[in-house]
Every structure is written in C-alpha cells, then in structure tokens.
C-alpha cells in the first residue's frame, strides 16, 4: 500500500523542491501540498471527518511554515491527529532542536539541504510507526485518530459592553446542562468577569499555565476551577498585569489541550484584541463576535472583521455576528449588521430584556437565570444552533454529530 504524504510549508520554492524528492521515494503517494498552519490543520480535520483511513500517514512540515510557528504546529498535529507521524526539515539539526521536536511530537527531523537517502530512511521509519499505531488500536481508531477534538468556540465582543461574557457563559452552561463535557475559558486577561458573574474565589488562573511547556492533563487539572455547574473553568488572572506572560503560544497550547479533554470549549476573548485572543479566535471552529443593534457597536463589529481578515486571524465569511439586545422596533435589523459586517448570522438575536437579568448579575450567580427568562432560552437557542448541545438521538462516541451549522471553520 502506497505511503500518503502531505508537505506543508510557506516557501513555494522548498516546498517544490521537497515534493520532487517525495515523488521519487518507492511506494510514496505525495498530497497536494498546503501552504500554511491553517490550512494544513484545517486539510487533517476535513479528511478525518470524511473517515480515518483517509488521512495521511506522514506529514512533512518545513521550518519556514507559518502563521503558527514550526514546532507548535507540530504540537497540535500530535494532539489531534496522534497517528499521523510528524517529520520537521530544517536547516538546524542541533540536538537541541531534536530535542525540542521529539518533545513537541514529531517522529522525525530531517535537515536542509535534503538528501534522498535521509529523506527516504526518515519517510520510511515514520509510515511504518504509523501504520502499526493504527493496526494496533484496531476498531478503536475512529475515536484515537479521528482527531477532530472537542469543538471551540470563541466569543468576543465588538466593543464592551455587548454582552459577549454572559453569551459565553450560558453557551457553556447549555453544552454542560445537555451532558456534554465543557471548559470555560477567560481570555479577557486584563478585564476578565467570568468569575464574578458566577461568585467563585480562586487560586489559579491562566497565567499559572504561562511557563510550563508541557500542559499534561494532571497540570491542567490542576489549573481548572471546578464549578458546581459542572462547567471546568479556566480563568483570567485576578492581578491584571500577568496577563502579558499569556502569549499567543500559551493560549494554542491551552486551547490544544483543553480540546483534547472537552467535548465543548467555549472562550470568552472580551472586546481587545491581545495575541492570545488572537490565537483562540484562529485556532476556533466558530468564533462568534457579539454585537448589539446601535451604530457605534455595528460599526466596531465591522472595524473588528476588517482586522482579524488583514492580520490573517480569521475571514469574514468565517466569522458569525450573534445580535443582542434585539428589538423588532429597532432601526438596526440582524439583516442589516450581516450586510454591513459581511459575515455569517446567527439565526438566533438576543433579546433587550436586562430586567431578566439584573438580579443574578447583580447576585454574580449568573447560571441561577431563571429558564422562563427569554434571554436564557434565546443564548441556549443559539447553543443548539452551534451544535453544542448533545441531542437525543447524537451518537455516543465523542466528537459526533454536532450539527451541520454553515459557518464553522474546520468541518466543512
């Protein structure tokens, strides 16, 4: 059976000259190749939700890739996809470098300028690593290599104010209530109200997962707040200054491993845009921006479209404008954002009825919104429209059928 390989990488000059080589090997069946961390990550997710078997055995991912940096890509590859073997080509063959590659998941380094003998051992070793992985788990695969992971989704606002964290957290509470698995992320690093809108004292926050580099599931678990919800939350820090050590590879390497553990992780970004914000809302299946129906927040929603789609974060047609505080009297319709923004829309608006609201705001005890409340039943709405909420007749196994929602990045 012939090797399917998959090379990644930025340089189109490389990368033609790696795929010659690949051509070349016996029994090697090159993919196209891709030109990105998005796009390699997004090319796993839709192979290994069409079956298993088609996935590649290697991927090959040059030095030079980008926007995600080389070994963090990796990183995720090895969460997600743990069958596929990983090989880095690269011009540094230190053994620091090897080092830091093994530890991040790959099976194999390969240095530059390539050679056909070094390519085609490395090539060969990491097929038949990944070949026997998947021989040994058997029937077990679809669920070991399937690798799609829980479902992200991230929340942030056009502006303060919208309403974006207690959207974030009722889209929690609905996935957790429906019997799904579900962490909350706090990535409002400076401002961050999770834990007063739901009256917890807590130790650890984000910040603490900082230095570590590698979140093993005893270290993470370490870091979540368990809530009497159920809901696992991992939160901002409390002393806003510690949100810098919160880079953008801190918050892949959370948002990896929290995806590995939770069938739902849902992440509250806030209104600015930090690099960490920025790596959740790249790394998201849906990111949803709230915004509410008035001038000054529509015109903040596109601003902030307009930005995510220069700085390479996310598309606009890949980005979901959820309304709140709707009103059928208003001026501004949810039609009418679409058209402004050039996003997708929630077919579920939020509705202007704060008086619901106020007690348990007020009360910090948000998850006690009374279930009449036609905000709460509106946002959990929007839940079930996302594919967060387990149905009656959704199969057991993790990672199946989450709904069929237009607009959500990796299953399409």
Same mark, same amino acid.
């Given at each position: 059976?012939?090797?399917?390989?998959?090379?990644?990488?930025?340089?189109?000059?490389?990368?033609?000259?790696?795929?010659?080589?690949?051509?070349?090997?016996?029994? +090697?069946? %090159?993919?196209?190749?891709?030109?990105?961390?998005?796009?390699?990550?997004?090319?796993?997710?839709?192979?290994?939700?069409?079956?298993?078997?088609? #996935?590649?055995?290697?991927?090959?991912?040059?030095?030079?890739?980008?926007?995600?940096?080389?070994?963090?890509?990796?990183?995720?590859?090895?969460?997600?996809?743990?069958?596929?073997?990983?090989?880095?080509?690269?011009?540094?063959?230190?053994?620091?470098?090897?080092?830091?590659?093994?530890?991040?998941?790959?099976?194999? #380094?390969?240095?530059?300028?390539?050679?056909?003998?070094?390519?085609?051992?490395?090539?060969?070793?990491?097929?038949?690593?990944?070949?026997?992985?998947?021989?040994?788990?058997?029937? !077990?695969?679809?669920?070991?290599?399937?690798?799609?992971?829980?479902?992200?989704?991230?929340?942030?606002? !056009?502006?303060?104010?919208?309403?974006?964290?207690?959207?974030?957290?009722? #889209?929690?509470?609905?996935?957790?209530?429906?019997?799904? %698995?579900?962490?909350?992320?706090?990535?409002?690093?400076?401002?961050?109200?999770?834990?007063?809108?739901?009256?917890?004292?807590?130790?650890?926050?984000?910040?603490?997962?900082?230095?570590?580099?590698?979140?093993? %599931?005893?270290?993470?678990?370490?870091?979540?707040?368990?809530?009497?919800?159920?809901?696992?939350?991992?939160? /901002?820090?409390?002393?806003?200054?510690?949100?810098?050590?919160?880079?953008?590879?801190?918050?892949?390497?959370?948002?990896?491993?929290?995806?590995?553990?939770?069938?739902?992780?849902?992440?509250?970004?806030? /209104?600015?845009?930090?690099?960490?914000? /920025? !790596?959740?809302?790249?790394?998201?299946?849906?990111?949803?921006?709230?915004?509410?129906?008035?001038?000054? +927040?529509?015109?903040?929603?596109?601003?902030?479209?307009?930005?995510?789609?220069?700085?390479?974060?996310?598309?606009?047609?890949?980005?979901?404008?959820?309304?709140?505080?709707?009103?059928?009297?208003?001026?501004?319709?949810?039609?009418?954002?679409?058209?402004?923004?050039?996003?997708?829309?929630?077919?579920? !608006?939020?509705?202007?009825? *704060?008086?619901?609201?106020?007690?348990?705001?007020?009360?910090?005890?948000?998850?006690?919104?009374?279930?009449?409340?036609?905000?709460?039943?509106?946002?959990?709405?929007?839940?079930?429209?996302?594919?967060?909420?387990?149905? /009656?007749?959704?199969? +057991?196994?993790?990672?199946?059928?989450?709904?069929?929602?237009? *607009?959500?990045?990796?299953?399409?």
């Amino acid at each position: 059976m012939p090797t399917r390989i998959l090379p990644a990488g930025a340089d189109p000059d490389a990368v033609r000259s790696l795929v010659t080589l690949l051509s070349q090997l016996p029994d +090697a069946e %090159p993919q196209p190749p891709v030109g990105d961390s998005t796009q390699l990550v997004d090319t796993l997710a839709r192979l290994a939700a069409e079956s298993v078997d088609e #996935l590649p055995e290697v991927v090959v991912v040059h030095e030079r890739i980008g926007p995600v940096p080389a070994l963090e890509l990796i990183r995720e590859v090895a969460l997600r996809f743990p069958a596929v073997g990983v090989i880095l080509v690269t011009t540094d063959a230190s053994p620091g470098l090897f080092s830091a590659a093994m530890d991040s998941g790959a099976r194999g #380094l390969v240095a530059l300028p390539l050679s056909y003998e070094e390519l085609a051992s490395r090539v060969q070793a990491v097929a038949q690593w990944s070949t026997g992985v998947r021989r040994h788990l058997g029937h !077990a695969a679809s669920d070991v290599l399937g690798g799609v992971g829980g479902t992200v989704v991230t929340v942030s606002g !056009a502006k303060g104010g919208t309403g974006a964290t207690l959207a974030a957290i009722q #889209l929690a509470l609905a996935a957790q209530a429906s019997g799904r %698995p579900t962490a909350l992320v706090d990535l409002d690093l400076q401002t961050g109200d999770i834990a007063s809108y739901l009256d917890i004292q807590f130790r650890r926050s984000v910040a603490d997962l900082a230095a570590i580099t590698d979140i093993s %599931p005893r270290v993470l678990a370490d870091a979540v707040f368990r809530h009497d919800t159920g809901l696992a939350l991992l939160l /901002a820090p409390a002393e806003g200054e510690r949100g810098e050590e919160v880079s953008d590879r801190v918050a892949r390497q959370i948002i990896s491993a929290l995806r590995s553990r939770y069938e739902v992780v849902v992440v509250d970004c806030g /209104a600015q845009l930090s690099g960490a914000g /920025a !790596a959740a809302v790249e790394m998201a299946d849906t990111a949803l921006l709230v915004t509410t129906p008035d001038v000054i +927040a529509v015109r903040a929603a596109k601003r902030t479209v307009r930005m995510w789609d220069r700085l390479q974060i996310r598309k606009a047609e890949e980005t979901t404008v959820v309304v709140n505080r709707h009103s059928r009297t208003a001026e501004i319709q949810p039609a009418l954002v679409q058209r402004i923004t050039g996003t997708a829309l929630a077919r579920t !608006a939020v509705p202007a009825h *704060f008086k619901e609201l106020q007690a348990v705001v007020d009360a910090g005890r948000v998850h006690e919104l009374d279930s009449r409340s036609t905000v709460k039943q509106a946002l959990w709405a929007l839940a079930g429209e996302l594919g967060l909420v387990k149905t /009656a007749t959704e199969g +057991a196994h993790r990672g199946g059928g989450r709904g069929t929602v237009g *607009f959500r990045r990796r299953k399409e």
